[in-house]
T-cell receptor, first 112, second 111 residues
Framework: DADVTQTPRNRITKTGKRIMLECSQTKGHDRMYWYRQDPGLGLRLIYYSFDVKDINKGEISDGYSVSRQAQAKFSLSLESAIPNQTALYFCATSDFRGEGYTFGSGTRLTVV | DAKTTQPNSMESNEEEPVHLPCNHSTISGTDYIHWYRQLPSQGPEYVIH???SNVNNRMASLAIAEDRKSSTLILHRATLRDAAVYYCILRDSGTASKLTFGTGTRLQVTL
């Protein structure tokens, strides 16, 4: 099994719908992150969590929310999806030093 | 986080060494230099990181200039599987720091 598992791998949803992307990890790391990648661009940080009781906004958090259900689980929600949220979404974990991030395989989200 | 500058793309022949440059003239004393790569249709993958001294691991070597304002990722023998986007990232060693990705260098490897 992968160290960081994202579900679903692909999703098509309609404008205005609420959608949740899930991430689970077996690394035992406290730190988890959600990134977004648009075509031809680098990754941008949406939200991050340094432990179960810690949630922080990244550079592009508007329109998104997160939940850290357990050390191993960190989910990303789009409350009311819009077409410009069509992108590739990555979850990642790291140790307490922030070194050696491990990324999931990504969720390709299309909002129509 | 301090910014880095990388060429948009580079090409290499298979089984030859590849030197991927990165400029970071505004690096601070507490910034680590990290390299990640992203293969097609995959998430980024950690390659190597360092602070001041050159570093080697099974994947690559990292050469850091004496003034730390630039660094070079060295792939000793490129293979077709090394074709990817390579990101050079500065990360402050403070506990609240995160990775901030730029657009990276797209490496093409040809036979």
């Amino acid at each position: 099994d992968a160290d960081v598992t994202q579900t679903p791998r692909n999703r098509i949803t309609k404008t205005g719908k609420r959608i949740m992307l899930e991430c689970s990890q077996t690394k035992g790391h406290d730190r988890m992150y959600w990134y977004r990648q648009d075509p031809g661009l680098g990754l941008r940080l949406i939200y991050y969590s340094f432990d179960v009781k810690d949630i922080n906004k990244g550079e592009i958090s508007d329109g998104y929310s997160v939940s850290r259900q357990a050390q191993a689980k960190f989910s990303l929600s789009l409350e009311s999806a819009i077409p410009n949220q069509t992108a590739l979404y990555f979850c990642a974990t790291s140790d307490f030093r922030g070194e050696g991030y491990t990324f999931g395989s990504g969720t390709r989200l299309t909002v129509v | 986080d301090a910014k880095t500058t990388q060429p948009n793309s580079m090409e290499s022949n298979e089984e030859e060494p590849v030197h991927l440059p990165c400029n970071h003239s505004t690096i601070s004393g507490t910034d680590y230099i990290h390299w990640y790569r992203q293969l097609p249709s995959q998430g980024p993958e950690y390659v190597i990181h360092g602070l001041t001294s050159n570093v080697n691991n099974r994947m690559a070597s990292l050469a850091i200039a004496e003034d730390r304002k630039s660094s070079t990722l060295i792939l000793h023998r490129a293979t077709l599987r090394d074709a990817a986007v390579y990101y050079c990232i500065l990360r402050d060693s403070g506990t609240a720091s995160k990775l901030t990705f730029g657009t990276g260098t797209r490496l093409q490897v040809t036979l």
